[in-house]
């Protein structure tokens, strides 16, 4: 059994913005915009409120890169950014998850039922204070399955029908995947599993390693040796997928304890 750490939610490269985490230590969960606009997810950027905060996630930006280093659809701004559909992925309320990412296809393929997966974002504090990544839900495992490119239309067409909350089959035409050429996993899953209400886990430092010359976003000691870390690396600059050799019980218990979660505590290191 294992748990996989995946990284979720709007950044500076497709929203031009973190969600917010406040000084009470409630925070804001914002998916990444859509990367077209045919899908059948109904919720857009003007129309996802802010759980804490007044507005909704339009109020956060004036522009979107939906495709971010696709120089065929450039920014979306004014009228057409509060109608841009959202990529609701994961899904808390259906506690469903999908990816294409080659690093997280193979990690997430392994998962089995009791498993579980984590879900971190990048979230900054309206004071200003320096960003990080933090673990802001998860869920239990409960069916993973692949769709590869070789798949036959019928066998396509049941999993896409068997995960139809997934955001990846929201945006399936005729059954055919928006990456049609590259495996895509979808991972659906049950209680115990939910979007944290406040206090997330934070799991980065930032610092300038030794040898380096710029500061940089880490994977906090603590947090590896916690969550017993078995790959994934070091970096968090980017949003690699991590894989934890530990049960999904065993995960599950250390972030519901609210004794065991102070490894999140917010404190900065300088190296």
Known sequence: MTVVLAGIGA?????????????????EYVPIPEKTRETREAATLGSWSLRHGDGVAADLTTR??????????????????????LHRDPNFEALTYGEHRPGYVRL?????????VGFYAGLR???????HRYLIGYFTVTAVDEL?????????????EAHS?????????????????KPVVLVDGRVPGRLFDRDPIRLSDYYVKTGNQRA????????????????GGTNMMYKPAYECALSGEAFRDLVENADRRMIGVDTERND
């Open 11 to 27: 950044d500076s490269t497709n929203v031009g913005a973190l969600a917010p985490l406040y000084d009470d230590g409630r925070f």
């Open 64 to 85: 979107i890169r939906p495709r971010p280093g696709d120089g065929q659809l450039g920014a979306v701004t004014g009228s057409e950014l509060e109608s841009w559909p």
């Open 108 to 116: 997430l393929r392994s998962l089995e039922p009791g498993d579980a």
């Open 125 to 131: 504090r309206p004071s200003g204070d320096r960003a």
């Open 148 to 160: 590869t490119p070789d798949i036959d239309v019928e066998e396509r067409e049941r999993l896409l």
């Open 165 to 181: 909350t997934n955001a990846h089959a929201k945006r399936a035409r005729e059954g055919e995947l928006y990456h049609a050429e």
């Open 216 to 231: 940089q976003y880490y994977l906090r000691e603590s947090i590896a040796e916690a969550f017993s870390i078995v790959s």
